[in-house]
């Protein structure tokens, strides 16, 4: 009864380093999504891939990439950690239910600081 | 997507209902209302939602009023892990969006014994 697992849950790095943050869906979703939230803010998204092979930005995109690898993983990348991008990150996904999207599932959260 | 405003916070006993208001007055026809929440340190949980008609599931209510303009949850019996951040947002029907959600800042509700 996994859901969305992101892994690690926490991570610290210093300013310049990278790191990718993985997220995998065992609920056969076509639709998986980046978010993060600072505090006191609601979430803002990233990126999200509609379907495997596709993906695309969107509200805060810049200093990200992301990589859709397959029906399940979807990754995201900070190539050079900045103290901005301090934050906690979610993934999601959602599926499709006769032609309509159903509601996203949400993991518990990559918690990121960036010295 | 429509904005929606709700109050930033709001407190309620055990046992008794929350009833947790959102306006979206600049909402369109083909908009739905959805509500998710998030605990304390956990990601979003869906909870419920609706395009004009009264809706209800295991865990709450929405009631939208008929001009669609506002919306309120409910918690029928609200219990102490039911304190956490209320989300209101509005966005395009399912068949139309493949579901991208905005959120704003939410309700913090805090549930006391």
């Known amino acids: 009864n996994a859901g969305v697992t992101q892994t690690p849950k926490f991570q610290v790095l210093k300013t310049g380093q990278s790191m990718t943050l993985q997220c995998a869906q065992d609920?056969?979703?076509?639709?998986m999504y980046w978010y993060r939230q600072d505090p006191g803010m609601g979430l803002r998204l990233i990126y999200y891939?509609?379907?495997?092979?596709?993906?695309d930005k969107g509200e805060v995109p810049n200093g990200y990439n992301v990589s859709r690898l397959n029906k399940r993983e979807f990754s995201l990348r900070l190539e050079s950690a900045a103290p901005s991008q301090t934050s906690v990150y979610f993934c999601?996904?959602?599926?499709?239910?006769?032609?309509?999207?159903?509601?996203?599932?949400f993991g518990d959260g990559t918690r990121l600081s960036i010295l | 997507d429509a904005k929606t405003t709700q109050p930033p916070s709001m407190d309620c006993a055990e046992g008794r209902a929350a009833n947790l208001p959102c306006n979206h007055s600049?909402?369109?026809?083909?908009?739905?209302v959805y509500w998710y929440r998030q605990i304390h340190s956990q990601g979003p949980q869906y909870i419920i939602h609706?395009?004009?008609n009264n809706e209800t599931n295991e865990m709450a209510s929405l009631i939208i009023t008929e001009d669609r303009k506002s919306s309120t949850l409910i918690l029928p019996h609200a219990t102490l892990r039911d304190t956490a951040v209320y989300y209101c947002?509005?966005?395009?029907?399912?068949?139309?969006?493949?579901?991208?959600?905005?959120f704003g800042a939410g309700t913090q509700v805090v549930v006391t014994p």
């Open positions: 947002i509005v966005r395009l029907r399912p068949t139309d969006s493949w579901g991208k959600l905005q």
């Open positions: 609706g395009l004009k």
């Open positions: 609920m056969n979703h076509n639709s």
């Open positions: 891939s509609a379907s495997e092979g596709t993906t």
């Open positions: 600049t909402i369109s026809g083909n908009e739905y």
């Open positions: 999601a996904s959602s599926g499709t239910d006769r032609g309509e999207n159903q509601p996203q599932h």
